[in-house]
């Protein structure tokens, strides 16, 4: 008989881990601690967690996950330090490839996580070991920088914090992919399909002013002047596609969506999404919600949702608190009412103001040129949204506070999308 070969560190740390998150997951808490302190006794440790950790964010990077809402969903199931721990493994396994085959969204993820400060007042606790469970934490993203942006930060944190962190990341289920992973990106030729920056730009401008004045009509034709642009942008590329027989494929893209009034705020995102040509379905477990359609639609999509919400938002709270007839607190029903009318209200004036840019159009080309096209475009997101979501389940919200609907439907009519006031830029 040949001698057993004897395990590596890295094999004998992972069989520890694995132990360790089997009896996190199981909720026995003295298992859980005899994992723990058999890493913390083994000074080689270090190099080998480290070395784990990158294969953890890997394994779900190849599940569809992207820095921001990995990052993300860690600290929203445990604590700032695990997704502090997990940031700085990204980062770590980021910089293994060479910056031109990482995709730009990526590295604008991982330099927004960097970039985002620790909070002072809470660093966070870690959860506790006993089992599974929420840990609350600053309400600002984790700062994976400072010494936990330096190979084998991971391999020094709390062997606790790396068995929970793991815990959480095996747990992730795989997800639609949004762009290439790290190694794969690859620079891409400029054609049509790339989304006019300019245009982009002019609309971002136009909705910063929509969300800074304090003049409802001035918000209403800035918002009237973007939603223009966007949707005769995308009318204009889906004809140049059908003219010159390029191919655009439908992708996705998520978008968080956050406490308080989540659902809320997923109508509000629906309604801008089909007004776009797309389709939106929430994931509430995680977060966000995944939207699916034409690149530049996306784009078109995530602007417009996230202008109306700060404006949604900022006229709710312009009411201050409020009370029923017997002198209750009810502004939660109120602002649940508010942004599920406005929501509503948004959806109408967004779906009447494509149908005129669409009418507008057929006078210009020609209903046998135009609605062909159109059609085709809405059947291939309707065969990948049904593809990536073959099994939905839909939700209803009941509202019960009068006052809140009939003021978020007035502030949606507020940022109503057919302005004829000129604006200027």
Known sequence: MGDKRMPTEREIVERIVAEGVFAYDARRPAELTRAVQALAARPGASAAVFALMQAEVLAVWQRGWQPFELHRSVKKALTEEHARLAGAAMLAQTRAYAPATVDERWQAQLAQITAKPRSAASPGKAADPGGPGKAAGPDEPANPGDDANRDGAVGQADPQLVIQTIWHLRRLPGLPFQGPLPGEARPQHVSPKTVDQKMLDRVRALLAKAESTTFPEEAEAYTAKAQELMTRHS???????????????????????????????????????????????????????????????????????????????????????????????????????????????????????????????????????????????????????????????????????????????????????????????
């Not at 602007?303 to 017997?326: E, H, I, N, W, Y």
């Not at 602002?335 to 159009?361: C, H, N, P």
């Not at 049904?386 to 389940?393: D, N, R, V, W």
């Open 235 to 425: 009318i204009d590329f889906a004809l140049l596609m059908a003219r010159t027989g390029g191919k655009d494929e439908p992708a996705v893209r998520r978008i968080p969506i956050d406490n308080p009034y989540e659902a809320a705020k997923t109508l509000l995102l629906q309604a801008v999404a089909e007004a776009n040509g797309c389709r939106s379905v929430w994931m509430e477990y995680y977060g966000f919600a995944t939207v699916t359609g034409f690149p530049g639609d996306l784009d078109s999509v995530e602007l417009l949702f996230t202008s109306l919400l700060v404006q949604a938002v900022a006229a709710m709270t312009q009411s201050g608190p409020k009370q029923d007839r017997f002198g209750r607190n009810n502004t939660r029903s109120f602002r649940l009412a508010f942004l599920t009318a406005y929501a509503q209200r948004i959806g109408e004036r967004l779906r009447g103001a494509t149908e005129t840019a669409v009418s507008e159009t057929i006078r210009d080309v020609g209903e046998s040129t135009l609605l062909p096209v159109l059609k085709a475009r809405s059947e291939e997101v309707a065969a990948k949204f049904q593809e990536l979501f073959p099994a939905l389940k839909t939700r209803s919200i009941t509202v019960s506070n009068r006052q809140g609907w009939a003021e978020g439907r007035a502030a949606a009519d507020r940022a109503d999308l057919h302005g004829r006031r000129a604006v200027r830029e």
